[in-house]
């Protein structure tokens, strides 16, 4: 990693980093690689539209940030502006994805970051289904602007729940309603949510 950070002009260090991280990273069960400089330019990554290119989400900017404070961060879902690759087919852009980011060392000082891509509808989205309860329970994610960004049983209103706009005021701390509010579907609910601060949502 270090020699294409020094050096990331020279492609065949970029093939030969590709050989050597693919059958690392596929068989911890992620779809996808990117390196990338503390500028934010993409040096290598297993999705060849991303090379070279710095237009980033908010929110993978957001996780290398937490990545850089913590040692390790891992974004909520994100939706894909360009093509990716999983399993050597490109997937068309749209497609839900989180990244696992850690800080490269070089010397005391952070040289650029390796983040490794994870389809959350293998993971996350079967927990968050699993924990749904009864023929109308729900459990669901919420990003840092109260949108929900997974899966849910019922169509999702625009206008963001009592209970997220609650959650948000007050983050790292539960927040809970029993005395009922209009859910993200229009129905009479209760709940109970929590920010998880590590991962920038809210469950």
Known sequence: MKRILADPGRADLRTEFDQWILPIYRSRGFDGYALIRPDHTVLAASSPRYVNSSDLTEQTIRTLRGAQALG????????????LMAHGIEQPAGMFYQLACAPIDADGRVAGFLCLRVNPYVRLFKILKAGRIGETGEAYVIDSAA???????????????????????????????AEGYDGHDGHKVIGAARWLADQDMGL
């Open 72 to 83: 390790f961060a891992i974004s909520p879902p994100t939706v894909s502006t360009l093509p």
């Open 147 to 177: 949108r929900i960004i997974s899966p849910t049983r019922a169509p999702q209103r625009d206008a963001p729940t009592k209970l997220a706009l609650q959650l948000l005021m007050d983050r790292g701390k539960e927040a809970v309603d």
